[in-house]
């Protein structure tokens, strides 16, 4: 589902996506993309919300196949397709269900995710509430297997990416990360790559079973790229 264009609210809600797959061709080097759903920007920008509740999302791999990378993902919030201007200014994802997400690839673009925030409006409001998922590598069939992903975080139950100052509160939600992977694998119930977006936790089950390979690391909860170094985004009423 790709919905685009300026709406004053876009609504996605109980909808069941499941058993997506690409069977890629052998040594086709561009990444491979799977979204379960994927809203994107607004033609004209402006103010607008979005709302994405009660889906059942599950089943979306890549087969295995010599050469490849993919990314799979069941929720996204991304700018990165046309139009992209503008990408909300209240965001609300809530009581959707997520699992089996199997990627296939050993490069640093291969991952799965839960659920993607890559872009927001300025001074946007994201509430990210009450979502399940579960992403266990060692349930892969059909061809997609696991023990070949390299990538450090290979696997993210939530992802914050956005670069745009905003709000971001993420609420009773229950993560659960499994499997493993190959030399450098990595895992994360809650990745946090920006130090813009003002966070707060409050309330989640983070849980990673996962096993990662040599020198990766397997975390309920990662600050990524800039944000290593400072929890300035952290906010003090955060308690899980």
Same mark, same amino acid.
């Given at each position: 589902?790709?919905? $685009? @264009?300026?709406?004053?609210?876009? /609504? #996605?809600?109980? =909808? +069941? *996506?499941?058993? %997506? &797959?690409?069977?890629?061709?052998? !040594?086709?080097?561009?990444?491979?993309?799977?979204?379960?759903?994927?809203?994107?920007?607004?033609? $004209? @920008?402006?103010?607008?919300?979005? /709302? #994405?509740?009660? =889906? +059942? *999302?599950?089943? %979306? &791999?890549?087969?295995?196949?010599? !050469?490849?990378?993919?990314?799979?993902?069941?929720?996204?919030?991304?700018?990165?397709?046309?139009?992209?201007?503008?990408?909300?200014?209240?965001?609300?994802?809530?009581?959707?269900?997520?699992?089996?997400?199997?990627?296939?690839?050993? !490069?640093?673009?291969?991952?799965?995710?839960?659920?993607?925030?890559?872009?927001?409006?300025?001074?946007?409001?994201?509430?990210?509430?009450?979502?399940?998922?579960?992403?266990?590598?060692?349930?892969?069939?059909?061809?997609?297997?696991? !023990?070949?992903?390299?990538?450090?975080?290979?696997?993210?139950?939530?992802?914050?990416?956005?670069?745009?100052?905003?709000?971001?509160?993420?609420?009773?939600?229950?993560?659960?990360?499994?499997?493993?992977?190959?030399?450098?694998?990595?895992?994360?119930?809650?990745?946090?790559?920006?130090?813009?977006?003002?966070?707060?936790?409050?309330?989640?089950?983070?849980?990673?079973?996962?096993?990662?390979?040599?020198?990766?690391?397997?975390?309920?909860?990662?600050?990524?790229?800039?944000?290593?170094?400072?929890?300035?985004?952290?906010?003090?009423?955060?308690?899980?």
């Amino acid at each position: 589902m790709l919905p $685009t @264009g300026q709406i004053p609210t876009e /609504n #996605i809600f109980n =909808n +069941k *996506i499941s058993n %997506l &797959y690409i069977s890629a061709t052998a !040594g086709n080097t561009g990444t491979h993309n799977i979204f379960g759903v994927q809203s994107a920007g607004s033609l $004209t @920008g402006g103010a607008y919300s979005k /709302n #994405i509740y009660g =889906n +059942k *999302i599950d089943t %979306l &791999y890549v087969r295995q196949q010599t !050469g490849i990378n993919s990314t799979v993902t069941a929720i996204s919030n991304s700018g990165t397709t046309t139009p992209s201007i503008s990408n909300g200014n209240l965001i609300n994802i809530y009581k959707n269900k997520i699992s089996h997400l199997v990627p296939f690839g050993t !490069g640093a673009t291969s991952m799965a995710r839960g659920i993607w925030i890559q872009s927001t409006q300025a001074s946007a409001t994201v509430n990210l509430t009450n979502n399940m998922v579960n992403l266990d590598l060692s349930s892969a069939f059909d061809g997609a297997v696991a !023990g070949v992903m390299t990538a450090p975080d290979a696997i993210k139950g939530i992802d914050i990416a956005q670069a745009a100052t905003s709000n971001v509160n993420i609420y009773y939600n229950t993560i659960r990360i499994a499997g493993s992977g190959g030399t450098g694998f990595g895992s994360s119930a809650l990745t946090i790559s920006n130090n813009t977006p003002a966070i707060k936790l409050q309330n989640n089950i983070f849980v990673n079973k996962s096993t990662p390979g040599a020198g990766g690391v397997a975390a309920a909860m990662r600050r990524a790229g800039a944000t290593t170094s400072t929890t300035s985004n952290y906010l003090p009423a955060s308690s899980n």
